[in-house]
């Protein structure tokens, strides 16, 4: 079995990561998938959240809004809606949605609002990811 598996993060307007890596976890729609090479194939939709991935002794992580994923034994393909490494994330912004979307799930009350508690989940992601960067320890 091989130690890595290829990981493809593609948006509508770019390739976000191509790498081999040695541990693959992504939100799945009924929660958190850890992948490891010679994983079972599978096709799962992403909810909004983080992407983290183990490379050598770096964990790398993204931020997606909602996308499919595509398990093979030997690669992962993500086709996301957004995608954003932590570096490019920005906080100001981010921050700015979030409080949008808690404002907006206060006034509708009991009835809730989906749009707003997906925008909520989006940010909140994009936040976790821009605070943690690159985390090079285990």
Known sequence: MPDTIKLEVVTPERVVASEDAEYIEMPGSTGYLGILPGHAPL?????PGE???????????LAVGWG????LPTQVTILARVAERAEE???SRAQAAKQRAEEALRLAGESGDLEAQTALERATARLQVAGRKIDTTH
Do not use: H, M, P, Q
């Open 68 to 71: 499919l994923a595509e398990v």
């Open 89 to 91: 994330i920005d906080v």
């Open 43 to 47: 096709l799962t939709e992403l909810s």
């Open 51 to 61: 992407i983290s991935y183990r490379v050598g002794n770096d964990t790398k992580r």
